[in-house]
């Protein structure tokens, strides 16, 4: 079956960086873009980055632009989140995101905590 397992959250100060991973397994990893979205209390699940296949474009919302990278090791099925630069609005659980033709899958989260 799909899994889909984030790691590498915690807690950080402003300004800092954390790197999240996402190991995926269940399905060809290689063959599917995927994506980070992130939820913080209260408010809605929203993209924060996505990545195509090979990883060679990649796209974020105006919020993380300039601070986050996404990349991916399709030979690990892993892909990453490199966040820097990491403000208190940043605090939120984090997941994984495979849309594949079977259905859409999320990870467990990972959270995130961004404060002094």
């Known amino acids: 079956q799909v899994q889909l397992v984030e790691s590498g959250g915690g807690l950080v100060q402003p300004g800092g960086s954390l790197r999240l991973s996402c190991a995926a397994s269940?399905?060809?990893?290689?063959?599917?873009?995927m994506s980070w979205y992130r939820q913080a209390p209260g408010k809605e699940r929203e993209l924060v980055a996505s990545?195509?296949?090979?990883?060679?474009?990649?796209d974020y919302p105006p919020s993380v632009k300039g601070r986050f990278t996404i990349s991916r090791d399709n030979a690990e099925n892993t892909m990453y989140l490199q966040m820097n630069n990491l403000k208190p609005e940043d605090t939120a659980v984090y997941y994984c995101n495979a849309n594949i033709p079977t259905g859409r899958y999320w990870g467990q989260g990972t959270q995130v905590t961004v404060s002094s």
């Open positions: 269940g399905f060809t990893f290689r063959n599917y873009p």
């Open positions: 990545i195509s296949i090979f990883g060679q474009t990649s």
